[in-house]
């Protein structure tokens, strides 16, 4: 939540409005803009406290020795001197070779002449001549050649005048990260040359007057003035704009703008051009303080064309401590998370503006919260707004003004636990849609239990009470407005574990078995007239059959006698722990029905239950599966069925497959990857560590596609290639995203990054990111090289 997109410092240019019109119009055939949208790229974190530099302090610097090495060496005692041959100069993380050199002492200045080699802190200048002051770093160098450590960034210029050890200028100069071939006649991919280069190393930025910026040769981009970025910091300026179109708004540009507050807090606005639809303005503020943090994000379109109004929509998050400041009280918990829009078509006209704003259902949720020992305390307000569709309505949930929740916990007072849980909240929602009144609910639980533990045994049992009182605003269907609720349960969960060395497929393992019996014994309570406020149905898998009630939340107890029986069998690393396989078993076994049910429900039958399994194997790094299948003995075909697949080999290598079937309601295929499409012509690999891809001239497809065999088809789909030129990245994706029963949006996404220096074009890395599992960027910067990987 707290991340920013590398292209607020990777691909941000300070562009005169000359250059944004040039830019603008280079880019007409791109894609749906992207670049602005928080957290739509490689992320950067906001921070309480700069970054520590890999450098030598400047006071202590003036204190290092000199160290003077050559084939001959003449001059005076604390005044000068002089070397001929294989001349070389050291002090600190500053190293000066040359043919000849001459250091003046008492100026603190070296004159290096022939064959010049200077490598200060990893970053590496060579040419003719020479002259520095070295404590200052204050000179000049003639005709160098350079190459920057952190960046990977080459060039040549006419001269370069060195301010101090943190700034310089370079005249008539050119600048790329793509990496130097033998032979006079080669040319890097992509080049910026400039009538002057300034490099600020304390702001991490780089400012060109006088640029061009050239494409295999071709000049495509004159800009007066442009700034760009040396490292991976943040700092203020315009973001690329982008220029795409959208099937649902027409053609967008979007004028990105970043502003690097400070450290801890920043923001980006983003104004937008939608051709069918008019202007919209929109915008990001984040913050981050030792005791709380949170983003704001609001858009605003003053007259929408084609809906004849206006626009709007923000979510805000917020979470952390609020402290008071009252002895005894102290840090209170405060946590926010506000959605609204302007209208019921927000998420429909707009799927892609955040997360949050393209639900159905907004929540605008504020809580406070406060602990003291073994009591727990939080005050809660909820209320949603629906956004409705007439051709698929929805019941709207009930919001909770207020809700009041308290918890007192103990473990392991004389070897027992207990626990008290009360709560009182407000229901409220349109009665006219809900069909049910509104009601304040209270309602207080209570558990105490004594667990048994050993080494290769558990048994736990447990008593609980749960007691709840309701007042209605209306009167219910037998003319009551009050109802009250009291229902003991009691279980006993038990277990086994029994461990053996095993040998399977030529591998040893540490194997288990652990056989598990849970019942369960809650007394039958008419709920029938009772309304649903906060109640659902529990999902039927392992992390649930071995639980008290058969619902989640506090309008239903169901009435349970019961027994689960189940087994699971893992398969351990004896050296590691690690799991390698988990296979697993459940049944429950009903002594009586269950006849407390849902409003529409049917009772739940005495007898025997839907046999769970389920299984997870990772028998090597390369390979995951997980299934759950949810079968009936009786009719011999499966209710339910999750299977997933993934086959990872390596980095940029991924393939996921997923089939889940809901019989009767939903049957998908799901797939996603990412993948080197040269191995089909045998092009070997070149590791080139992570972060870093699987070398030059190598394209990758990417996709992921989410196919309804129930309704016969495609849901949603991504799809595109990556291709990775060493210096250069060319990136080109399809994204079609259902938007309702009936429509979809489709955008085409067009980028090309120049590698350490900018990225143009629409984004599609945070679609990638979110819809490919173990999905990698081809250009990642895992670890900042240090001065040490490039000593001389």
């Not at 949720?365 to 956004?387: C, E, I, K, P, V």
């Not at 029938?528 to 619902?551: G, H, I, K």
């Not at 339910?640 to 079937?661: C, D, E, Q």
């Amino acid at each position: 939540m707290h991340d920013l997109k590398r292209q607020a410092s990777r691909s941000r240019f300070a562009l005169t409005p000359v250059a944004l019109v040039a830019v603008a119009l280079l880019h007409a055939g791109a894609a749906r803009a992207q670049a602005a949208a928080p957290g739509g790229e490689e992320a950067l974190t906001l921070r309480r406290s700069p970054l520590l530099k890999d450098e030598i302090p400047a006071a202590a610097r003036k204190e290092l020795p000199t160290f003077l090495s050559g084939d001959h060496l003449s001059g005076r005692p604390d005044l000068e001197t002089v070397i001929d041959g294989h001349a070389e100069l050291r002090r600190g993380d500053t190293v000066i070779r040359a043919d000849r050199l001459d250091y003046y002492q008492p100026d603190d200045l070296a004159k290096a002449r022939g064959n010049v080699h200077i490598n200060r802190a990893g970053n590496v200048y060579e040419g003719p001549s020479l002259d520095l002051k070295l404590d200052a770093f204050e000179g000049f160098f003639n005709e160098p050649r350079y190459h920057f450590l952190k960046n990977d960034a080459y060039g040549e210029a006419e001269r370069i005048d060195f301010i101090d050890d943190k700034r310089a200028i370079m005249r008539n100069a050119s600048y790329t990260t793509c990496q130097r071939r033998p032979g006079p006649s080669w040319m890097p991919d992509w080049i910026l040359r400039a009538a002057s280069i300034s490099l600020d190393n304390d702001s991490g930025e780089g400012v060109a007057t006088g640029a061009t910026l050239s494409f295999k040769g071709v000049p495509i981009l004159p800009i007066p003035s442009l700034s760009f970025p040396l490292n991976d910091g943040r700092k203020s300026g315009f973001l690329p704009p982008t220029v795409g179109p959208d099937s649902l708004n027409g053609l967008e540009v979007t004028a990105p703008y970043y502003w690097n507050i400070a450290p801890n807090r920043d923001a980006t606005l983003f104004p937008t051009l939608m051709t069918k639809r008019g202007v919209s303005l929109g915008g990001e503020f984040r913050y981050l303080e030792p005791l709380y943090r949170g983003q704001l994000r609001a858009d605003y379109m003053p007259t929408d064309t084609l809906r004849d109004r206006q626009r709007w929509g923000y979510a805000a998050v917020h979470s952390g401590g609020l402290e008071t400041g009252i002895t005894g009280l102290g840090t209170l918990g405060l946590n926010l998370n506000l959605n609204r829009v302007s209208d019921s078509n927000y998420w429909r006209d707009f799927p892609r503006t955040t997360a949050s704003l393209t639900q159905r259902l907004l929540p605008s949720d504020a809580s406070m919260s406060w602990a003291h020992g073994d009591f727990f305390a939080t005050l809660r307000t909820l209320n949603y707004q629906t956004l409705q569709d007439v051709t698929a309505p929805i019941v709207p949930p009930y919001n909770r003004l207020p809700q009041l929740a308290a918890r007192y916990a103990r473990v392991n007072v004389g070897g027992f636990d207990f626990s008290v849980d009360g709560d009182y909240t407000q229901f409220q929602a349109d009665p006219t849609l809900t069909l049910q009144p509104n009601a304040k609910r209270t309602f207080a639980l209570a558990q105490i239990s004594r667990p048994w533990l050993a080494p290769g045994w558990f048994v736990t049992p447990k008593l609980q009470m749960n007691a709840t009182n309701y007042q209605f605003q209306a009167p219910l269907a037998n003319g009551a407005t009050t109802a009250s609720r009291v229902v003991p349960t009691f279980s006993l969960d038990s277990g086994l574990v029994f461990e053996r060395n095993a040998s399977y497929f030529g591998r040893a393992f540490r194997q288990t078995l652990e056989p598990r019996a849970f019942y369960v014994y809650t007394p039958f309570r008419d709920q029938s007239l009772l309304p649903v406020y906060d109640t659902a149905a529990n999902d039927y898998n392992f992390a649930t059959v071995y639980t008290e009630n058969a619902f989640s939340g506090n309008d239903r107890i169901a009435d349970n006698n019961l027994l689960t029986l189940g087994v699971t069998t893992r398969l351990l690393d004896p050296d590691s722990g690690a799991e390698a396989a988990r296979f697993g078993i459940a049944q429950r076994l009903r002594f009586k029905p269950q006849n407390v049910t849902l409003p529409g429900g049917t009772p739940v039958a005495d007898g025997v239950s839907d046999l769970l399994l389920g299984a997870t194997v990772n028998w090597s790094p390369k390979w995951m599966v997980d299934s759950t299948v949810q079968f009936n003995p009786q009719t011999h075909t499966s209710t339910r069925s999750t299977i997933g697949a993934r086959y990872n080999p390596g980095n940029y290598r991924v393939f996921n497959v997923a089939y889940r079937l809901q019989r009767g309601t939903s049957e998908q295929i799901d797939v996603g990857w990412q993948w080197p499409i040269n191995d089909l012509w045998g092009q070997k690999d070149q590791d080139m560590g992570r972060g870093r891809g699987l070398g030059e001239g190598r394209w990758y497809s990417v996709g992921r596609l989410n196919y309804s065999m129930y309704d016969r088809r495609l849901v949603d789909a991504v799809i595109g290639f990556e291709y990775d030129a060493g210096c250069w990245l060319g990136r080109v994706v399809l994204d079609r995203t259902t938007s309702g029963t009936t429509t979809a949006s489709t955008r085409i996404l067009f980028q090309l990054e120049f590698v350490g220096f900018a990225r143009v074009g629409s984004s599609p890395l945070q679609t990638l990111k979110q819809s490919i599992p173990r999905y990698q960027y081809l250009r990642e910067q895992v670890t900042t090289p240090s001065r040490f990987s490039n000593y001389d």
